[in-house]
């Protein structure tokens, strides 16, 4: 499964807030936030969105997480995707756009080629 982890804790409650909705454009690939939720603890975020490739939409949504080692990235699993180039690319640009919300340098990730 595609997955980053950050340094640092990244401030979930403002990245709920302000996450910025794209559109991200990678090629063949358009993808964009369409919207975030905050878990009831604050320890968690989900960042939906949608990525267009080839003219086919799929819905895609990264769960964010802290934990001991810092911030983390995941597919999460209880919506089911295809793990396509574009659906790993809008994983890792959520990644991306959580360093301005503190979250810190890349510690570990199986999908380096995107970052």
């Not at 640092?8 to 794209?22: C, K, M, Q, V, Y």
């Not at 603890?41 to 819905?59: F, K």
């Not at 995941?74 to 790993?88: F, I, M």
């Amino acid at each position: 499964m595609p997955h980053v982890i950050r340094a640092g804790h990244a401030d979930l409650a403002a990245a709920w807030r302000e996450f910025p909705t794209g559109p991200w454009r990678w090629g063949n690939v358009v993808a964009r936030a369409e919207g975030c939720f905050l878990g009831a603890d604050g320890a968690s975020l989900l960042v939906a969105g949608v990525v267009v490739e080839y003219r086919r939409p799929l819905h895609a949504v990264v769960l964010v997480s802290l934990g001991r080692q810092g911030t983390s990235f995941h597919l999460w699993s209880a919506a089911p995707v295809e793990r396509t180039d574009g659906v790993k690319r809008f994983l890792a640009q959520v990644a991306r756009e959580m360093a301005a919300f503190g979250a810190g340098p890349l510690i570990t990730t199986n999908i380096s080629d995107l970052l």
